[in-house]
C-alpha cells in the first residue's frame, strides 16, 4: 500500500506563487512515477503534472505548461509543485498520486494523496 501525504496548500491572490510537497509515508517513494491531479468545485479531476524520479522527465497539462514545474529531490523522499503565475482558475483541490500512466490518451493514477486546498482569490 503506498499512502502519499500533501502539504504547502493554501490562500494566495492572483499572480502569486505558492510550492506543494508530497512525501510518502515510507522513507523513499516505491513508485518511478508521482504526479499531481486537481479537482475544482464542479468539476472532475485532472490531470496537472507527472515526473519519473528515475529519469526526471515531465509531463504537462496545457493549463499549467510554463506556470507550473514538478520535481523530485535526488533521494526521493519529496515531491514538489511550485506554481507560478497562479490565476483564480487554478483554485481546487490538488491530490498527489503515484503510478501515473496515460492510458489511450487519459492520465490516470493508482495511489491518492488526501489532498490540499489551493484557493487563489482574485
Known amino acids: 500500500q503506498v499512502q502519499l501525504v500533501e502539504s504547502g496548500g493554501g490562500l494566495v491572490q492572483a499572480g502569486d506563487s505558492l510550492r506543494l510537497s508530497c512525501a510518502p509515508s515510507?522513507?523513499?517513494?516505491?513508485?518511478?512515477?508521482v504526479g499531481w491531479f486537481r479537482q475544482a468545485p464542479g468539476k472532475e479531476r485532472e490531470f496537472v503534472a507527472r515526473?519519473?524520479?528515475?529519469?526526471?522527465?515531465?509531463d504537462y497539462s496545457d493549463s499549467v505548461k510554463g506556470r507550473f514545474t514538478i520535481s523530485g529531490d535526488n533521494a526521493k523522499t519529496t515531491v514538489y509543485l511550485q506554481m507560478n503565475s497562479l490565476k483564480p482558475e487554478d483554485t481546487a483541490v490538488y491530490y498527489c498520486?503515484?503510478?501515473?500512466?496515460?492510458?489511450?490518451?487519459?492520465?490516470?493514477?493508482?495511489?491518492w494523496g488526501q489532498g490540499t486546498q489551493v484557493t487563489v482569490s482574485s
Open positions: 515526473i519519473m524520479l528515475s529519469g526526471r522527465i515531465t
Open positions: 498520486v503515484a503510478d501515473v500512466v496515460a492510458r489511450y490518451g487519459v492520465w490516470v493514477a493508482n495511489y
Open positions: 515510507g522513507r523513499t517513494f516505491s513508485r518511478n512515477t
